[in-house]
């Protein structure tokens, strides 16, 4: 199988005797979708530093296309591994298209600046996630979801092999949800891996093509969704007991929790009440 | 695109140009203004005859070409070099330290600057040791900020304003402690007058220096704009865009603190400059580093330029320019924020 990115044996530690990841092995296959789950606190942050090459780990290294990462020069590492953050404000308020455009700095050399092709893959990158027609719109006036795709516009111009999400749907009401969760299908199946942290088992069972499920710093489950989204599995890793819910032929369709002494009928016998 | 953006776009372009070509036509004014007026015309004569003809031998120089040449244009180069070097660094700091309301002077530049100067003065130094000191301390004062802050772990940008912020006020003690002790019937008016600023005593000797640090600068902070735009980000975002945040940000303070350090030694304690301005630009036109970095170069010598030009022509006895820059300044960056919309949240 071909990997494009791979973590071998993953250590981090903060402070010392506190570990963060422990023991972390990984491999991400060509236009993947590899979803991380788990709890707060859990390490997927750190992870994805660490996948992306701004962060050493401790022990362990990350081979992008057999080659250690860290040993790449920052700015070619930029040009095939892109990450983008969880939403953020940023202090000025530079348009749109300038923040989608900073996803070209791979590629402008020591003291460059965008050239006429860096502008028109960023426009391109605006339209593929549709906010062609927010351009020249400041960013920091933009909804939550909106600043969301833009940054996603950003990794795309950046275009790069591999993009690491940090919960993108953090904070994005159902609709934005899905509107960025399709654009990264939609770009999987071209030519970019994913790796994207959520804490949103529902879109991994909807989008995933390998799931990983880590639990204090290290990885508890991983496999094809089917394999690892099960009851058992999500109940021990966020320590709450986790429904299933499968459809008639088997398949799994949605993953929600069980509430304390919930009975289905419940709200019905409470409707008859009133 | 629609013919509104286009449009837009265009009226934006001719306003950046405008912006840039704005200090020529204002230095060619202000050089004909005080006490005895020149008109512009005869000023852009006799600036001609010294770029060109005064190297023929047969050139004979009159009143108004030994005013324009060696009296005023010194002065209104450093005026314009020194606002420059100040609202340039300004802008960049804001974009480093993310922090709209920085300039140059957060890492004590200006005050380890002013200790320099009135150590000499206390001792009755020539003017030349004043600056020299005045130079060699502010950059010593930022290099004892970043030592410093070397021995805190957390948070290095935060510790690093916090510690800049203190060993200021550090030097601004002992500057008062300099004050304390010097003769009040001479030197301590002297030192008084030196930090409140100004370019009184300016001559063509000071302009070397003063011209080779800040042309440097402004072509490295021009060669810097994209990536001010990137590490104003922050670090994380700047790392994974492929920059070294750390290296390029230590090259920018340096250079800052060269230039902020040469503007001190020659114009003494100039404040709001580095403040107002960047926020001026960023209002006309917009927060890009790209545009932002030379407007503010523009805006600054303009600037400077129209307060030392009212601080020697609005009365008889000249008005300290420190004073003036936060008079003018401060009003006018109260009205910026209230207009300002898009510039910063």
């Known amino acids: 199988m071909a990997v494009v990115l791979q973590a071998e044996a993953l250590g981090y530690a903060y402070q010392p005797g506190q570990p963060v990841l422990r023991d972390v092995s990984l491999s991400v296959a060509p236009n993947a979708i590899v979803f991380l789950l788990g709890h707060n606190g859990c390490g997927k942050t750190t992870l994805l530093e660490i996948l992306g090459g701004i962060r050493a780990p401790q022990a362990g290294r990350v081979l992008f296309n057999g080659s250690d990462i860290r040993r790449i020069p920052a700015h070619k590492r930029a040009q095939r591994v892109g990450m983008v953050p969880q939403m953020h404000s940023p202090v000025f308020a530079y348009t749109v298209r300038q923040v989608v455009l900073m996803g070209r700095t791979p590629y402008l050399g020591l003291f460059g600046t965008p050239g006429r092709q860096d502008y028109d893959i960023a426009d391109e990158a605006l339209e593929q996630v549709g906010l062609g027609a927010l351009r020249d719109r400041p960013y920091t006036d933009l909804s939550g979801g909106e600043r969301q795709l833009t940054l996603v516009a950003r990794g795309l111009a950046q275009q790069t092999d591999v993009l690491l999400l940090d919960e993108p749907t953090a904070h994005l009401d159902p609709h934005n949800q899905r509107s960025v969760l399709e654009t990264v299908a939609e770009l999987s199946e071209n030519r970019v891996s994913f790796v994207i942290s959520s804490h949103n088992p529902n879109s991994a069972l909807l989008y995933a093509h390998h799931v990983i499920v880590m639990k204090t710093g290290r990885i508890v489950a991983a496999g094809s969704p089917s394999d690892v989204l099960t009851e058992d599995t999500l109940s021990t890793s966020y320590d709450m007991p986790v429904e299933v819910i499968y459809s008639e032929d088997r398949i799994a369709r949605a993953i929600v929790p069980r509430r304390n002494g919930w009975r289905a009928d419940k709200t019905a016998v409470k409707q008859e009440q009133v | ?345």
């Open chain 2, 1 to 345: 695109m629609s013919r509104g953006s286009r449009r837009k776009q265009a009226v934006q372009r001719g306003l950046y140009w405008a912006l840039l070509l704005l200090p020529l036509p204002v230095a060619v004014y202000t050089i004909g203004l005080g006490r005895y007026e020149i008109p512009p015309g005869d000023v852009a004569q006799a600036l001609y005859d010294y770029a060109v003809s005064s190297h023929d031998p047969a050139f004979e120089p009159d009143i108004e070409y030994n005013l324009v040449t060696r009296i005023r244009l010194p002065r209104i180069a450093a005026a314009m070099l020194i606002g420059t070097s100040l609202a340039v660094t300004g802008a960049a700091f804001q974009g480093i330290f993310r922090n709209p309301l920085v300039d140059s002077n957060i890492l004590g530049v200006t005050s380890g600057a002013g200790f320099g100067a009135a150590l000499m003065l206390l001792l009755n130094a020539g003017m030349v040791y004043v600056q020299m000191s005045a130079f060699f301390f502010g950059l010593l004062a930022v290099m004892l900020a970043f030592l410093v802050s070397r021995l805190y772990y957390s948070a290095p940008m935060l510790v690093l304003t916090l510690v800049g912020i203190l060993v200021g006020s550090f030097f601004g003690s002992l500057t008062s402690l300099l004050k304390y002790v010097a003769d009040p019937l001479d030197t301590l008016p002297a030192i008084t007058y030196w930090l409140l600023g100004g370019l009184t005593g300016v001559t063509r000797s000071d302009i070397p220096a003063l011209l080779v640090v800040t042309l440097s600068g402004m072509v490295f902070m021009w060669m810097v704009r994209w990536r001010l735009n990137v590490l104003s980000l922050g670090d994380g975002e700047a790392q994974a865009l492929g920059l070294n945040p750390t290296r390029i940000r230590l090259l920018i303070i340096v250079v800052s603190t060269f230039m902020t350090a040469m503007a001190v030694s020659v114009g003494g304690v100039i404040g709001w400059v580095g403040l107002v301005i960047p926020h001026a630009a960023r209002t006309l036109v917009g927060p890009d580093h790209q545009r932002l970095i030379p407007v503010s170069m523009a805006m600054g010598a303009v600037f400077l330029l129209l307060i030392d030009t009212m601080s020697r022509t609005l009365w008889a006895s000249e008005v300290p320019l420190g004073v003036f820059t936060g008079i003018v300044g401060v009003p006018l960056l109260l009205v910026i924020l209230r207009v300002n919309k898009t510039g910063w949240q």
